[in-house]
Each structure stands twice: as structure tokens, then as C-alpha cells.
């Protein structure tokens, strides 16, 4: 995906804004990370849980991080890092 679609995509889902001369695109860093992180996996079965990861993280259901080229997946309920158990083999 090219970095122009992915802003593009962003700023009319509402994930960033613009007021004045300021933009703000708090969740727009870190699913620009995600997506850079599908890149190179071809398992269809991984690319998917990418999507579902970012679709719950832009509904404000999860929050990930990066960490060694694992995803670690923080509930928002619980406030819980878990490392994501298909990254991890």
C-alpha cells in the first residue's frame, strides 16, 4: 500500500485531523508500522490477523506495539500486553 493511500484512507475514516495548520494522526504512526510489518508475509492466514490487529486497533478495541518483529497486543479492557501466539513460532 502505498504511503499517500494509507493517509488518504486515514483522513477519511477520521483518523487524522486537521485544525488550522495542524494535523494530528495519533493511531495514523502506528498503523502506518503495521502495515509496513505485513509486508513480506505471504501466509493469507497471517496477513488476515494484520487486518483484524488493525481494524480493532482504529476502533480503539486494542492497542499493539512493535517489539523484535513480534506484535504484542494490549486489551484496552485490561490494559494487558500478550504477545500475538502466531509471531511467536
Known amino acids: 500500500m502505498k504511503k499517500k493511500t494509507l493517509i488518504k484512507f ?3 475514516k477520521g483518523f487524522i485531523k486537521k485544525e ?3 494535523y494530528y494522526a495519533e493511531k495514523a504512526f502506528k498503523a502506518k508500522m503495521l502495515v509496513n510489518a505485513c509486508f513480506g508475509k505471504k ?3 497471517i496477513l488476515k ?3 483484524i490487529i ?3 486497533f ?3 478495541d486494542i492497542d499493539f506495539q512493535l517489539k523484535d518483529g513480534k506484535i504484542f497486543i494490549k486489551d484496552i479492557s485490561n490494559k494487558e500486553l500478550v ?3 502466531q ?3
Open 10 to 12: 486515514l483522513f477519511n
Open 20 to 22: 488550522d495548520n495542524l
Open 43 to 45: 501466509d493469507p492466514k
Open 49 to 51: 490477523k494484520y487486518i
Open 54 to 56: 488493525l481494524e480493532n
Open 58 to 60: 482504529l476502533s480503539g
Open 83 to 85: 504477545p500475538d501466539k
Open 87 to 89: 509471531e511467536q513460532g
